[in-house]
C-alpha cells in the first residue's frame, strides 16, 4: 500500500550516512554502497510529509512548546504499541535520545563517578559517558558460539554495580547492535540489581517498536514499581518513522525528583525551544502513519530473509538471529581476515560501506552491522556485490 520500493538518491545530499562514504574513503568510492548509520533508505510516510507541508504553508517557527497533541500523541502510541500507561506529566521532549541521555548524565553523575555500559554497544555511549567525565565499567556481553546469541553475565554485573563510585547504568533495549530484546525477566534482574546498588537505570528504548514476531519488547516501565521509579526510558519517533533529522524524543521519567533534576540539567543546558518540525512529524508519525509502520515491519521482515538466506550460502558469513532494530549484526570472523584487511575487502573488493563491528567496542572485531531499512532490490545489490568479492577470497 505505502512505497517501500522507491529508493531515494541520497549521495551528495544533506545525508551524513553518504557523506561519511567521501569523507572516510575519499575519490574514487563513488559507487560504494552505504548500509551503515541507522536511518532508512525510504520516502517518508505520507501522512507525515503532509503534517510538514501543511505546517510550512502556515505556520510562523518562532519558540515553541510541547503541545497538549504532542502529549496525547506519545500516551496514545505508548498504550497502543506497548500497553504502557504514561502520564504526561512524565514526558520530557527533547531533540533527540543521545542529547537527552547526556542531560541525565550531567543531572545524575559526577564526573569520576564509574557507568556501566555492555559493549559491543552503540559507540555514542563510550563518547557520552567520557564527554562528561565518567569511568567506563563494561559488563561486555557474553556470546555463545554455538548459537550466536548474546546474554547478560549477572554474576559480572553485580560485582559492577556494587562499586561505590558506580551511578548509573546504560542499558540498550532492544540491543544496538546484538539485536537482542531483552525479556521481562532479564530486565527485572537488571532492574534489581540496581535497586539494590542504588544505581540509577537508563534505559534507552529508541529501537522498542522494533521487536520481531516471538520477542516483544518489553518496556522497562512496564514492569511497574519499583522497577519503573528508578529507571528513566528514552524513547523516540525517530528510527521508527526514520525522522532523526527533524530532533525529537521523549523521555519518561516518574519518580518527581529525578524529574526535577533532570530539568535543570536541562535549563542548563540553554535550549530555548523544541523543534517545530519535529513535534508536528511526531505527531503525525505517531496519530496517523501507524498503517505506514506496520507494513515497514514486513519489508524488514522480507529483508532479514534475504540476509539469512545470502549467510547460509555463503560461508564464514554468519548471521546473528535478530530478535529487534532494523540492523543485523553479521559474523565474518570466518574470513580469518583481521579488522584492516576486512574494512580493505568490505570497501574496495567488494564496494559496500557497512559500520565496522569494531567502532562499537573490542568485542565486535570480525563482525559488520548491516542496516536492513532499505529497499529490497538495494540489499540484494550488496549482497550480489558482496557474493562477488567473497568468491575471489577462493
Ligand atoms: C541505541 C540508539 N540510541 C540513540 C540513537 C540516536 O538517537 P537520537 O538521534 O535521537 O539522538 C541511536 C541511533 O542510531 C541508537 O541506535
Aim: glycine letters at 8%; one cysteine or more.
Amino acid at each position: 500500500m505505502f512505497d517501500f520500493d522507491t529508493r531515494p538518491e541520497r549521495r551528495r545530499t544533506t545525508s551524513a550516512k553518504w557523506k561519511l562514504i567521501e569523507d572516510e574513503l575519499g575519490a574514487g568510492h563513488d559507487d560504494v554502497v552505504a548500509m551503515s548509520v541507522a536511518d532508512m533508505e525510504f520516502v517518508p510516510a505520507p501522512q507525515i510529509v503532509d503534517a510538514i507541508v501543511d505546517a510550512a504553508r502556515h505556520d510562523v517557527f518562532g519558540y515553541d512548546y510541547a503541545t497538549g497533541a504532542y502529549y496525547e500523541a506519545v500516551v496514545g502510541w505508548m498504550r497502543r504499541r506497548h500497553g504502557l500507561e504514561i502520564d504526561p506529566a512524565w514526558i520530557r521532549l527533547s531533540d533527540g535520545v543521545m542529547p537527552a541521555i547526556n542531560t541525565a548524565l550531567r543531572a545524575f553523575t559526577h564526573p569520576g563517578d564509574v557507568i556501566v555500559i555492555q559493549r559491543p554497544v552503540y559507540h555514542p555511549f563510550t563518547n557520552a559517558a567520557r564527554g562528561n567525565g565518567l569511568t567506563i565499567s563494561n559488563n561486555a556481553l557474553v556470546r555463545d558460539e554455538a548459537s550466536g546469541r548474546y546474554t547478560i553475565d549477572f554474576d559480572d554485573l553485580g560485582a559492577r554495580l556494587s562499586d561505590p563510585r558506580c551511578t548509573a547504568m546504560l542499558l540498550c533495549n532492544p540491543h544496538n547492535p546484538v539485536g537482542r530484546v531483552w525479556t521481562a525477566d532479564e530486565l527485572r534482574r537488571i532492574g534489581d540489581l540496581c535497586i539494590a546498588h542504588d544505581v540509577l537505570l537508563l534505559v534507552d528504548e529508541i529501537h522498542a517498536d522494533f521487536g520481531r514476531d516471538g520477542h516483544p519488547v518489553t518496556m522497562l516501565g512496564a514492569l511497574g514499581e519499583p522497577y519503573a521509579s528508578h529507571a528513566i526510558e528514552f524513547t523516540a519517533p525517530t528510527k521508527t518513522f526514520n525522522l532523526a533529522g527533524l530532533l525529537c524524543s521523549n523521555a519518561f521519567i516518574r519518580d518527581g525528583a529525578l524529574r526535577a533534576r533532570y530539568d535543570v540539567a536541562a535549563a542548563n543546558i540553554g535550549g530555548m525551544t523544541v523543534s517545530h518540525f519535529g513535534l508536528v512529524a511526531c505527531i503525525a508519525a505517531y496519530d496517523d502513519a501507524e498503517a505506514w509502520f506496520d507494513e515497514l515491519l514486513d519489508v524488514l521482515e522480507r529483508n532479514r530473509g534475504v540476509l539469512a538466506d545470502f549467510a547460509s550460502a555463503h560461508p564464514g558469513v554468519a548471521l546473528v538471529e535478530p530478535e529487534g532494530t532494523y540492523l543485523a549484526w553479521v559474523d565474518f570472523r570466518g574470513l580469518g581476515l583481521d579488522p584492516d584487511a576486512l574494512r580493505d575487502f568490505m570497501h574496495e573488493r567488494a564496494r559496500v560501506y557497512f559500520d565496522e563491528g569494531v567502532m562499537f567496542g573490542p568485542e565486535g572485531a570480525g563482525f559488520e552491522r548491516i542496516n536492513l531499512a532499505c529497499p529490497t532490490p538495494m540489499l540484494q545489490e550488496v549482497l550480489a556485490r558482496l557474493g562477488t568479492a567473497l568468491a575471489t577470497l577462493g
